[in-house]
């Protein structure tokens, strides 16, 4: 059983930056991808970034240019989150999949004044 683990949300003022983290119990190279995912309340659950396991990326056309997803040579996938809006507030979640999805349980992300 595959779980993953997002740490690193919080509240932040427009303008700033966070990053989050998702930790995963086996090596992230053994899943054909590794994305981020969020959900603000009322809305539905949107694809933020993902990366495969070469080393695509892919990013939702809202957060290009702010947000920059990367790994390290292990389990661990990060978000980097720049320029953040109020609109980007939200629970961020980390998403794999391999023959079943696996979510992490959700960090939240408050972008406020």
């Known amino acids: 059983q595959v779980r993953l683990v997002e740490s690193g949300g919080g509240l932040v003022q427009p303008g700033g930056s966070l990053r989050l983290s998702c930790a995963a119990t086996?090596?992230?190279?053994?899943?054909?991808?590794m994305a981020w995912y969020r959900q603000a309340p009322g809305k539905q659950r949107e694809l933020v970034a993902s990366m495969s396991a070469g080393g695509s990326t892919d990013y939702a056309d809202v957060v290009k240019g702010r947000f920059t997803i990367s790994r390290d040579r292990k389990n661990t996938v990060y978000l980097q989150m720049n320029s953040l809006r109020p609109e980007d507030t939200a629970v961020y979640y980390c998403y794999t999949h391999r023959g079943v999805e696996y979510w992490g349980q959700g960090t939240q992300v408050t972008v406020s004044s």
């Open positions: 086996e090596s992230i190279f053994s899943f054909k991808v």
